[in-house]
């Protein structure tokens, strides 16, 4: 079975750093592409980042440009997201997914920014 | 940016009939490679998204026949056909055609 586990998620003050984690389990990471996909209360879905099978090629929304950094582990099977500065307005559930965002999704890791 | 506009935003539905959502783009979603990555997702309350449809009419593994897509160029249509009271959700469109990828704005279905 295909699942895709998020974690990382908290409550942080704005500037703070945190780091989310996807652990894949049911298929090997290395063959797809990767990205991050998350949804601010109420609100709809925003495109965050992507990544390359080798890692070679990262592609990021512009508000998180310089300050989110996507990686991956194809050893560990896992898909991370470095956010550092972070604002308000990246409180969201953030989500991660395989190639052009297929299926399964995982349950999402909540991130809220506040003082 | 590749702007995604969905329409109507709210959709209220009677139980057996169809429903269609709209969805435009500003741009052709023709991607270089002769693919066109226009996809549909679904969220119901309190769940996580799911991708229904990819590359305007694939249906995804175990979604209903009752779900169908079509369109070409920069103008798409979900069709729900004999709406079910699981299909209630916001549906979304999204191109993956051109970086970023960009979503629609979500069409919220309901039951009347």
């Known amino acids: 079975e295909v699942q895709l586990v998020e974690s990382g998620g908290d409550l942080v003050q704005p500037g703070g750093s945190l780091r989310l984690s996807c652990v894949v389990s049911?298929?090997?990471?290395?063959?797809?592409?990767m990205s991050w996909v998350r949804q601010a209360p109420g609100k709809g879905l925003e495109w965050v980042a992507t990544i390359k099978q080798d890692g070679s090629e990262k592609y990021y929304m512009d508000s998180v440009k310089g300050r989110f950094t996507i990686s991956r582990d194809n050893a560990k099977n896992s898909l991370y997201l470095q956010m550092n500065g972070l604002r308000a307005e990246d409180t969201a559930v953030y989500y991660c997914a395989r190639e052009q965002l297929r299926n399964p999704w995982g349950q999402g890791t909540p991130v809220t920014v506040s003082s | 940016d590749v702007v995604m506009t969905q329409s109507p935003l709210s959709l209220p539905v009677t139980l057996g009939q169809s429903a269609s959502i709209s969805c435009r783009s500003s741009?052709?979603?023709?991607?270089?490679?002769?693919?066109?990555?226009l996809h549909w997702f679904q969220q119901r309350p309190g769940q996580s998204p799911r991708r229904l449809l990819y590359?305007?009419?694939i249906r995804d593994s175990g979604v209903p026949d009752r779900f169908s897509g079509s369109g070409s160029g920069t103008d798409f249509t979900l069709k729900i056909s004999r709406v079910e009271a699981e299909d209630v959700g916001v549906y979304y469109c999204m191109q993956g055609s051109h970086g970023p990828w960009t979503f629609g704005q979500g069409t919220k279905v309901e039951i009347k």
């Open positions: 741009q052709s979603l023709v991607h270089s490679d002769g693919n066109t990555f």
């Open positions: 049911g298929f090997t990471i290395n063959n797809n592409w």
């Open positions: 590359k305007v009419s």
